[in-house]
Antibody, heavy 121, light 108 residues
Framework: QLQLQESGPGLVKPSETLSLTCTVS??????????WGWIRQPPGKGLEWIGS???????YYNPSLKSRVTISVDTSKNQFSLKLSSVTAADTAVYYC?????????????WGQGTLVTVSS | DIQMTQSPSSLSASVGDRVTITCRAS??????LNWYQQKPGKAPKLLIY???SLQSGVPSRFSGSGSGTDFTLTISSLQPEDFATYYC??????????FGQGTKLEIK
């Protein structure tokens, strides 16, 4: 059974960089059938897709966040990571890592449990 | 960017009711439309993909239809465990997967 687990600081100061890692277990991050991505949800609000990465390192980012986001992959550790720079209170959210499966359409079929990141001094 | 608009934003219904939620795309997305269910404190769960295909393990009371710009999610007979928030999501744009704003389904 595939599992994804987010890890990282739960509190980040304004203007600093938010860093999260997703560890994938029960499957290989190097499979050609999947992308690996990040989605966030501010408290009481809807879902916002942040971006995704292929095991080869190809990345896709939400244009509204592109200037601040970097997603990277470490196939040796079966992990991928998110960095979001220059954070503000508006970046406070539950951050989910998720698998994007590719088979004609792209579906988000496995999600981590989510981790709350609060931006505050 | 492709925008996704759901209606209604919230909905009150009773157990046993038939419920329909609508999702409209700002441009044609063919059938590249997925539906997710989210319960409080939990990650979203995939219900329907490619507009009308039922994800494995999802009860058959859930169904999806539509293509182009207009899509619907129907729950044929509401069960207590179906009260949740539902999101549509387009996967037509390979560089940006947009979600709708969500529809909160509450008990009447």
């Amino acid at each position: 059974q595939l599992q994804l687990q987010e890890s990282g600081p739960g509190l980040v100061k304004p203007s600093e960089t938010l860093s999260l890692t997703c560890t994938v277990s029960g499957g290989s991050i190097s499979s050609s059938s999947y992308y690996w991505g990040w989605i966030r949800q501010p408290p009481g609000k809807g879902l916002e897709w942040i971006g995704s990465i292929y095991y080869s390192g190809s990345t896709y980012y939400n244009p509204s966040l592109k200037s601040r986001v970097t997603i990277s992959v470490d196939t040796s550790k079966n992990q991928f990571s998110l960095k979001l720079s220059s954070v503000t209170a508006a970046d406070t959210a539950v951050y989910y890592c998720a698998r994007h499966a590719i088979f004609g359409v792209v579906i988000i079929d496995y999600w981590g449990q989510g981790t709350l990141v609060t931006v505050s001094s | 960017d492709i925008q996704m608009t759901q209606s209604p934003s919230s909905l009150s219904a009773s157990v046993g009711d038939r419920v329909t939620i609508t999702c409209r795309a700002s441009q044609s997305i063919s059938s590249y439309l997925n539906w997710y269910q989210q319960k409080p404190g939990k990650a979203p769960k995939l219900l329907i993909y490619a507009a009308s295909s039922l994800q494995s393990g999802v009860p058959s009371r859930f169904s999806g239809s539509g293509s182009g710009t207009d899509f619907t999610l129907t729950i044929s007979s509401l069960q207590p465990e179906d009260f949740a928030t539902y999101y549509c999501q387009q996967s037509y744009s390979t560089s940006m997967y947009t979600f709708g704003q969500g529809t909160k389904l509450e008990i009447k």
